[in-house]
Nanobody
Framework: QVQLVESGGGLVQPGGSLRLSCAAS????????MGWYRQAPGKQRELVAT???????NFADSVKGRFTIYRDNAKKMMYLQMNNLKAEDTAVYYC????????????WGKGTLVTVSS
């Protein structure tokens, strides 16, 4: 059973930085693309960034140039470095792991709350 645990959220002022971490277990990890999503109050969950098994990255337009995603396969960890944070980045951030097989369900962590406010 895949388990994902996010950490690193908190309260930060606009323009500040945070690094989120996602610890994975129950998975080979290195062969899977992984992603970060977020859900702001009253809004749909949205994709923030993805990283492939080969470390290719993709970002939502709203975070390009400010966020970086990277992974440590040996530790089964994924990270999201968030710089120049804005109030609109306030959300619960979730780690995502794809299904282990065809027809399976994706895995999600419980999320970590990021609040950007002065």
């Amino acid at each position: 059973q895949v388990q994902l645990v996010e950490s690193g959220g908190g309260l930060v002022q606009p323009g500040g930085s945070l690094r989120l971490s996602c610890a994975a277990s129950g998975t080979i990890f290195s062969i899977y693309a992984m992603g970060w999503y977020r859900q702001a109050p009253g809004k749909q969950r949205e994709l923030v960034a993805t990283i492939s098994s080969g470390r290719s990255t993709n970002f939502a337009d709203s975070v390009k140039g400010r966020f970086t995603i990277y992974r440590d396969n040996a530790k089964k960890m994924m990270y999201l470095q968030m710089n120049n944070l804005k109030a609109e980045d306030t959300a619960v951030y979730y780690c995502n792991h794809p299904p282990l097989g065809v027809g399976g369900m994706a895995y999600w962590g419980k999320g970590t709350l990021v609040t950007v406010s002065s």
